[in-house]
């Protein structure tokens, strides 16, 4: 199993172009089982996440071509199977997306419960409860989620969440777009990853309004056809690397960003002391040498601050002048990462879901181990901050979700290099 060396306090500077947004990205790819022409996404990052989405397309009899510029061309003209199977589905929670556009386009679906990061409970009833609403049967039986349409196609219907959810509000969009009728999602996801999917299935002939709001209106056509989709820039993999910069006391730019996105994360950054300047497509930050302030935060959905950087910034309130109160709204179990941050010397005190956390000057390397997607990147940011070495272990999660994480940080300085387990501890800290 791989891990990631990392020896610590070396300022971050240089430029990153940030990739396309996974979140983004695997829902605009399983959109291609609503058409049976070919659906061009391009800006699609190399991640693991992305891989299990193929192979699980693949395994539906989707074809799958990459071009010569590296974007990839989807059909699913000629499906074999309607089945995700468990051992597809087990280690993606968006797997769960292939339900709609495989019960609205051919009237049946059968799909593992999915699986993903520990973060606690990500339950799909409210999938389920939509699909109902618009005729479906559901039953949930040998943890396989079983639909099917009695009377040959879904009907729009109005459909209010309970609470707002992301692949909730994706899943019931995508059967949606070829049901009989308008349907209506109140309570919506705001999130640019649900714009991004609603400006793909558009071009491919859908009828949606209200994208980026809390209700998305939805009339529904007889068929859709092939598109050309450009995925969105990925606004954590650029709040990840802003905060890297700020931990390390370094300088950044990165390229290739929606700054719009990002406004929430921005405001903090700007209080804590570090310089921002934002530009069209552009980001730089720098840090003027000063220590960082604490600021409180509190994870909200979109345009709040985001929780999937709610670890990176525990990190930074970690090493920053004063204490501050980290609350965890959206999941009830994302603070694993706390107890590796308090091996590296973190002042971390847990109150239900709120994070008390009291800076320290340094934090010092140690040997830690990734719980979870982004609680694996707050540890590589601890290590870049921390004195002396960190070896960051079960970086498999990382994987999923950031593009080639290692060379875009060595490329700005950082002493950072993968390592085998048989390697280590002798293995030697690569210097960019």
Known sequence: MDKLLISGGIPLEGEIRISGAKNAALPVLIAS????????????????????????????????EVDDKLAIDVNAAELTSHRAPYELVRTMRASVLVLGPLLTRFGEAEVSLPGGCAIGSRPVDLHIQGFEMM?????????????????????????????????????????????????????AAREPEVVDLAKCLVAMGARINGAGTSQIEIEGVARLSGACHRVAPDRI???????????TGG????????????????????????????????????????????????????????????AQFILLNSIARGTAAVTETIFESRFMHVQELQRMGADIELRGNTALVRGVKNLSGAQV????????????????????????????????????????????????????????????????
Do not use: W
């Open 237 to 247: 993999e650029a709040g990840t690397y802003l905060a890297a910069a700020a931990a």
């Open 251 to 310: 300088q950044i730019q990165l390229n290739g960003i929606e700054t719009n996105l990002l406004d929430a994360v921005l405001v903090k950054l700007d209080a804590m002391g570090v310089s921002i300047r934002v530009d069209q497509d552009t980001i730089a930050l720098s840090v003027d040498g000063c220590r960082l302030k604490a600021v409180d935060l509190t994870t909200q959905p979109f345009p709040g601050f985001p929780t999937d950087l709610q």
């Open 33 to 64: 089982l609503l058409t049976d022409q070919n659906l061009v996404v391009s800006n699609v990052p190399h991640l693991q996440d992305v891989t299990t989405t193929l192979e699980l397309l693949g395994h539906l009899g989707v074809r799958i």
């Open 369 to 432: 181990m990734a719980t979870d997607l982004r609680a694996s990147a707050c540890l590589v940011l601890a290590g870049l901050a921390a004195k002396g070495q960190t070896v960051v272990d079960r970086i498999y999660h990382i994987d999923r979700g950031y593009d080639c994480i290692e060379e875009k940080l060595a490329q700005c300085g950082a002493r950072i290099q993968r390592i085998s387990s048989s390697r280590y501890p002798h293995a030697a800290v690569h210097t960019s």
């Open 135 to 187: 005729g479906a049967q559901v039953k949930v039986e040998g943890g396989y989620i079983r639909a099917s349409i009695p009377a040959g196609r879904l009907k729009g219907c109005r459909i209010v969440f309970d609470t707002v959810t992301v692949t909730g509000t994706e899943n019931l969009m995508m059967a949606a777009v070829l049901a009989d009728g308008r349907t209506v999602l109140e309570n």
